[in-house]
């Protein structure tokens, strides 16, 4: 991922039928089960957890009962269906019964004559309509009675009218009302010569595990209700244990789970009654390592490349997987694109989100998408930082909460440099460069930035746990990094205060304001102030302003400011005030840092001059900066 993607679209939530998780095994197996005369009536489940995949095989299944060339004489009436989206005014068993009636009545339409006599299955299918409109008229009733409310006339007869244009409808016949009898009745209309044509009529069933228990139910029951009639086929994609958990409002098990002793094999009721509905389940496995960093890479690919383009390396993803290949060969699999890129991106992110996300596609998606967003933040907040960095970021923030809360803990207390050195230490990672001493000794500052010091109350080594060494492992490093401003974004976002534990609350916003990007805030602490502090107050600000300026670089200058009026105030704090300043790690001084601090007075003078014996090469403007403040004695 380059910088260029700061900017590019976000990854839809919504389920696709570009097949990137070799999903068709799954879907023509539950074709192949459909489709099987031997299993004539017959619902399939294809069940797994939120965001696994579901309803993206249910499109693949639809696309591969759609007609294939050269065509035949046989249909496969495919109808889809979600009870999640169901009008709660009107019965789940109601709706779903006439979703189908309805179908069959589209498919019946292109076999009759235009101006022929209406069929006698056009006339069963009126019948039918009757019994589901009337069931409807009984559910108003029965809901508007409750807010003692009845329903107008008009609400009931709309309901139960015949269907306009029913010639052969007796006139003196009432409507036929219940579904008593719509099994019988169905049967006789799908066994008509007009729908003779129809092999199969599948209802793929969408988002049950979503649904109240009520719902839940009531679908399930017109399942069953369908199951006698020859040629219907159900697929229900979801979670059957939360399925099962739906049922068993309905279904308590009178032994509160406890297995009979004499029971070997002992189910519930709410399980035994899905499973009497739900022949066979085929569950949708979670993403192995190889699939997830396959995903990431054809999900990257898809942002870029045609479906045309993209086609290639999908099957190519299905070679490897076949043949126990490496992703690395995919490249060398398909020629014409440069996917360096995403191929390193996915190597990087793959081992820790397999973990974390549990293999799930949807879960992956929005880690992507919340990286992308995050990016997008950052950068029209001026934080400018590797796509790289910022990923490895999200990573802490989003997958381990605990390690991310200890690190902005760091930041708080002013010990996020010095603690983030040590990590990498540990991690293993090489420094970048002259390790950040947390408090060196002016009397020893040749040797000050040559080896790491504890911090000041730091009597052991830190330790740190294993989700935060295994974070730091991962690429990039952050050694070299400002890390603070990023850390205060993720903060406000998650809406985490950083306040610094060590410092008193009286002294919280002096700090603040000190700190403050704005002049005038900075002016908001008056010299009153500062000589209203205190000596105890004073070392406390000063410690604390000086890990700020080592460790933010963005507060450095305000800090450095801070430290010279406090110390002006307060001569006994120049010593301290000095030992932070000095473990300012020279190659990230700022020019204006330079030139804030008055060069007549003695002990700074001697940070300038330490500064100045620092300088890395190649960091020319740091160096005249120097030059030119220890040269004129320039103060602000």
């Not at 009979?260 to 002992?266: D, I, L, P």
């Not at 967003?373 to 960095?389: C, M, N, T």
Request: some cysteine; hydrophobic content about 40%; charged content about 25%.
């Amino acid at each position: 991922m380059g910088k260029s993607n700061m900017s590019a679209q976000l990854w839809s939530d919504e389920p696709t039928r570009l097949d990137l998780l070799s999903f068709d095994a799954v879907a023509k197996t539950v074709v192949q089960a459909v489709l099987d005369d031997a299993l004539d009536p017959v619902t399939v489940g294809v069940s797994g957890a939120w965001g696994s995949g579901k309803t993206t095989v249910l499109r693949l299944i639809e696309d591969e009962l759609a007609p294939k060339p050269p065509a035949t004489d046989t249909t496969i009436l495919v109808i889809s269906t979600d009870p999640w989206r169901y009008d709660p005014g009107v019965g789940a068993k109601e709706t779903l019964i006439g979703e189908v009636l309805s179908a069959v009545a589209a498919e019946l339409a292109k076999k009759e004559q235009p101006e022929g006599r209406i069929s006698r299955a056009r006339t069963m299918l009126t019948k039918l309509r009757q019994r589901v409109d009337w069931a409807k008229a009984l559910q108003v009733a029965a809901k508007t009675s409750l807010t003692l409310q009845l329903p107008s006339v008009d609400d009931l007869t709309s309901l139960i009218n015949t269907e306009p244009g029913n010639d052969d409808a007796d006139a003196g016949d009432p409507p036929s009302r219940g579904l008593g009898e719509f099994r019988s009745e169905f049967r006789t209309l799908m066994e008509s010569a007009e729908l003779s044509h129809l092999r199969r009529v599948v209802v793929l069933v969408d988002d049950l595990d979503r649904c109240l228990p009520g719902t839940v139910v009531d679908t399930l029951e017109t399942i069953r209700l369908f199951l006698a009639v020859p040629k219907m086929a159900f697929v229900v994609a979801a979670d059957e244990h939360r399925v099962a958990d739906a049922l068993r409002a309905r279904f308590p098990d009178p032994g509160s789970g406890q297995q009979a002793a004499q029971e070997r094999y002992f189910e519930e009721p709410a399980s035994l009654y899905l499973h009497k509905i739900v022949q066979t389940t085929v569950p949708l496995p979670t993403l192995s390592r190889f699939d997830t960093e396959a995903f990431l890479v054809l999900l990257q690919l898809s942002q870029r490349l045609t479906v045309e383009e993209l086609t290639p390396y999908i099957e190519a993803c299905v070679h490897l997987r076949l043949e126990k290949g490496l992703l690395d060969d995919l490249a060398e699999a398909v020629n014409g694109n440069d996917i360096f890129a995403e191929m390193a991106f996915a190597s990087r992110m793959t081992p820790i989100l397999y973990e974390k996300l549990q293999g799930s596609p949807r879960r992956i998606k929005r880690f992507l998408n919340d990286l992308r967003v995050r990016q997008s933040v950052a950068g029209y907040r001026g934080i400018e930082l590797e796509p790289d960095i910022v990923a490895k970021l999200m990573v802490l923030e989003k997958l381990l909460p605990n390690a991310f809360a200890t690190v902005l803990g760091w930041l708080a207390r002013g010990e996020l440099r010095s603690r983030m050195a040590k990590l990498e230490t540990t991690a293993g990672r090489p420094a970048p460069g002259p390790p950040i001493a947390a408090d060196p000794d002016p009397d020893d500052a040749a040797s000050s930035e040559q080896q790491p010091t504890p911090d000041e109350g730091e009597s052991e080594p830190v330790a740190f746990d294993d989700d935060l060494i295994r974070w730091a492992k991962l690429p990039p490093d952050l050694g070299p990094v400002d890390l603070a401003p990023y850390l205060y974004l993720a903060a406000a976002f998650t809406g985490e205060q950083l306040l610094d534990a060590g410092l008193p609350g009286r002294l919280r916003d002096i700090a603040a304001n000190l700190l403050s990007s704005v002049r005038f805030d900075q002016r908001r602490v008056t010299e009153a102030d500062i000589t209203a502090l205190g000596e105890d107050d004073a070392a406390s600000l000063v410690e604390y302003l000086g890990r700020a300026g080592r460790d933010r670089p963005t507060e450095q200058t305000a800090a450095v400011r801070s430290l010279v009026r406090i110390t002006t105030a307060y001569p006994a704090s120049a010593e301290r005030a000095t030992r932070l300043l000095q473990s300012i790690p020279a190659r990230e001084l700022q020019p204006a840092t330079i030139l804030v601090l008055p060069s007549a007075v003695p002990v700074f003078r001697g940070v300038l001059e330490h500064w100045k014996s620092h300088v890395p090469a190649g960091q020319d403007q740091i160096g005249r900066t120097l030059d030119h403040a220890l040269g004129t004695g320039s103060s602000r």
